[in-house]
């Protein structure tokens, strides 16, 4: 299970993603209102998480979410997207229990 962080500055949540058993070493991205303003990847394939950067921009987190879940890589049974799309769900999770 990837760890997420989250910060809160003017609308805008910094979400940290420190994913397990991929190449990347950390995930940061920026969302305001469930929609991706940035993202950077540290570690991993930088043409494919840059790839996936572009991709993401502008979309909504639960989109993403649907899009990314259990994309496999080589035999690991994970993936940098499957990763995110896990840091991610866990964001919205928490986001949903701060408001119940």
């Known amino acids: 299970m990837s760890e997420i962080k989250v910060e809160s500055e003017n609308g805008i949540d910094t979400l940290q993603i420190v994913p397990q058993g991929v190449c990347s070493r950390l995930m940061q991205l920026k969302i305001k209102d469930n929609l991706i303003l940035d993202a950077e990847f540290i570690g991993g394939c930088s043409g494919n ?23 496999p890589c080589g035999n690991r049974g994970t993936s940098c997207p499957d990763q995110l799309a896990r840091g991610l769900k866990s964001y919205i999770e928490q986001k949903q229990a701060v408001r119940a």
Do not use: E, S
């Open 49 to 71: 998480l840059g790839g996936i950067k572009i991709l993401i921009l502008g979309m909504d987190v639960n989109d993403v979410v649907k899009k990314l879940m259990d994309i």
